[in-house]
Structure formats: structure tokens, C-alpha cells
């Protein structure tokens, strides 16, 4: 089984760690080690920093809210040339939340959640901010559960406006809709830059908003004849697109 991954304080681990280095886990992630998952002497464990730097570790000593382990090897993820953002339009029954869970899971590098015009749920001034994050604690989890070492930047929620700035700012953006003449499969990836992905609410983008985020330069695709949900259409299109770039 892959070791368990949990999150320590950056600058706890450095690139030139010596071998046998001790680094103590504590905090909440520590006390979860140690009472929940039961981590004992000898067992491997991955420690991130949330930066980049991965350590593989063994298990050392442990005590009732933390433990000491040694540093085997420190690796770092660098950063790809070509980025992915994932903007996720606010849906009801936490559809919203799966997607961000998944796209994490399959290591999308951003996530901005969006006040579509057709979203039913609101983040009024008093939720947005717990909204926010939950959204942060849901990336966060998903990124221990796959082993990585860095996970997505979950932003503020974002107006179209917002979204209009992206799609200017990215290298390619692709909005899924069912009507789209295009299919995601004929669409040629950049190099390098930022890709932004928006995916709409149930009741779908509106037309003001597609023409908005066209003037800005974004392209519509579609994937195939049938309609995804809101909490799958995202992860979907992540998963081809990956398939073409970072997993061939």
C-alpha cells in the first residue's frame, strides 16, 4: 500500500535534508497519525510541504498527539510548463464540492469557484467565506489521499467578470457546452501557459456569458453526444486532456 501523505509546516523540509534527518509531525495532522491511522515504528510515511517538496520517511517514535520520523530521500514536484484551472460554477447537492474533489484527485493546479448567473446555490457575504473554506479543506484532503505534494489554489469566488479576466489571461480556455461545435478531442494544447476549463451550473451558461467569455477569447467545446453533470463534467474533460499531455 502507498504510505499515507500528510502536510507539514513550509519551510519544515528542505531539498539538501540529510539522510536520518528527524522531522516531528504534530498538530492536528500528527495527532490524526497517530490516534486515527494508528502510524507505528518502522512504517513509511510522505511528508509534504505544500510547496513543491516531497519527503519519504520512516516512522521513528511516536506520542500521544505526534511522532518523529527520518528522512529518507526529499524530492520536489515541479511546477509543469503547461497549468490547468478548473472554473467550477457553485451547484446545488455539493455537486460542486465532487468536482473539486476529483479534479484534485487528478491534479489540477487551480480551482475558481463561480457565481454563474443560473447557480442556484448563493455564497452570500456571510457563507463565502466558511464556503470558501470548506472548498480549501475538501482540496487539501483530496491532494493527501492522491500523494501529492502540492495542492490546488482554491480561489475567492469569482463574478464573470472575474472569469473574463482568466480567459484573457490564459494560454487556451475551453468552456464545455453541449451545443458546441467543436469536440475537445480537435482542440491542440499549448506548450506552455495556463489552460482554464469553465464549467457551467445545471441550469447551464447563459448566452450573455458565452459571448462574454468568447469576446475574451475562449473557445466552446463539446465532449461527445451526452450531457454531464456539473460535478462530472469537469474531472471528465481534466482526465482527456491529461491523457494528451501530462500522462502520455
Given at each position: 500500500?502507498?504510505?499515507?501523505?500528510?502536510f507539514?509546516?513550509?519551510g519544515t523540509?528542505?531539498?539538501?535534508?540529510?539522510?536520518?534527518?528527524p522531522?516531528?509531525?504534530?498538530g492536528d495532522?500528527?495527532r490524526?497519525?497517530?490516534?486515527?491511522?494508528?502510524m507505528?515504528v518502522?512504517?513509511e510515511?510522505?511528508l509534504?510541504?505544500?510547496?513543491?517538496l516531497?519527503a519519504?520517511?520512516?516512522?521513528?517514535?511516536?506520542?500521544k498527539?505526534?511522532?518523529?520520523a527520518?528522512v529518507q530521500?526529499?524530492?520536489r514536484e515541479e511546477?509543469?510548463?503547461?497549468?490547468?484551472?478548473?472554473v467550477?460554477?457553485l451547484a446545488k447537492g455539493?455537486r460542486?464540492?465532487?468536482?473539486?474533489?476529483a479534479?484534485t484527485?487528478?491534479?489540477?493546479d487551480?480551482?475558481?469557484p463561480w457565481?454563474?448567473?443560473?447557480s442556484?446555490v448563493q455564497?452570500k457575504v456571510?457563507?463565502?467565506a466558511?464556503a470558501h473554506?470548506?472548498?480549501?479543506?475538501q482540496?487539501?484532503?483530496?491532494t493527501?489521499?492522491?500523494?501529492q505534494?502540492?495542492?490546488?489554489?482554491?480561489?475567492e469566488?469569482?463574478?464573470k467578470q472575474?472569469v473574463?479576466?482568466?480567459?484573457?489571461?490564459?494560454?487556451?480556455t475551453?468552456?464545455?457546452?453541449e451545443?458546441?461545435?467543436?469536440?475537445?478531442s480537435?482542440?491542440?494544447?499549448?506548450?506552455?501557459?495556463d489552460?482554464?476549463?469553465?464549467v457551467g451550473?445545471e441550469g447551464?451558461i447563459t448566452?450573455?456569458e458565452l459571448?462574454a467569455f468568447a469576446a475574451?477569447?475562449?473557445t466552446?467545446?463539446?465532449m461527445?453526444r451526452?450531457?454531464l453533470?456539473s460535478?462530472?463534467a469537469?474531472p471528465?474533460a481534466l482526465?482527456?486532456?491529461f491523457?494528451r499531455?501530462?500522462?502520455?
Amino acid at each position: 500500500m502507498t504510505a499515507h501523505l500528510y502536510f507539514v509546516a513550509p519551510g519544515t523540509l528542505r531539498e539538501q535534508m540529510r539522510p536520518e534527518e528527524p522531522v516531528v509531525l504534530g498538530g492536528d495532522e500528527g495527532r490524526h497519525a497517530v490516534t486515527v491511522k494508528r502510524m507505528a515504528v518502522g512504517e513509511e510515511i510522505l511528508l509534504a510541504d505544500g510547496e513543491g517538496l516531497l519527503a519519504h520517511c520512516v516512522v521513528a517514535s511516536t506520542a500521544k498527539s505526534e511522532l518523529t520520523a527520518l528522512v529518507q530521500t526529499v524530492e520536489r514536484e515541479e511546477r509543469p510548463a503547461v497549468t490547468f484551472t478548473l472554473v467550477q460554477a457553485l451547484a446545488k447537492g455539493d455537486r460542486d464540492l465532487q468536482a473539486l474533489e476529483a479534479a484534485t484527485e487528478l491534479g489540477v493546479d487551480r480551482v475558481v469557484p463561480w457565481q454563474a448567473e443560473r447557480s442556484i446555490v448563493q455564497w452570500k457575504v456571510e457563507r463565502a467565506a466558511k464556503a470558501h473554506r470548506k472548498w480549501v479543506a475538501q482540496a487539501e484532503a483530496a491532494t493527501k489521499q492522491s500523494r501529492q505534494a502540492t495542492p490546488p489554489v482554491v480561489d475567492e469566488l469569482a463574478a464573470k467578470q472575474t472569469v473574463v479576466r482568466l480567459v484573457e489571461e490564459s494560454a487556451l480556455t475551453l468552456v464545455l457546452h453541449e451545443d458546441a461545435e467543436v469536440g475537445l478531442s480537435d482542440v491542440t494544447l499549448p506548450d506552455a501557459g495556463d489552460v482554464v476549463l469553465v464549467v457551467g451550473p445545471e441550469g447551464g451558461i447563459t448566452p450573455g456569458e458565452l459571448d462574454a467569455f468568447a469576446a475574451a477569447g475562449a473557445t466552446s467545446v463539446r465532449m461527445g453526444r451526452t450531457v454531464l453533470r456539473s460535478s462530472s463534467a469537469g474531472p471528465a474533460a481534466l482526465a482527456a486532456l491529461f491523457a494528451r499531455s501530462r500522462w502520455s
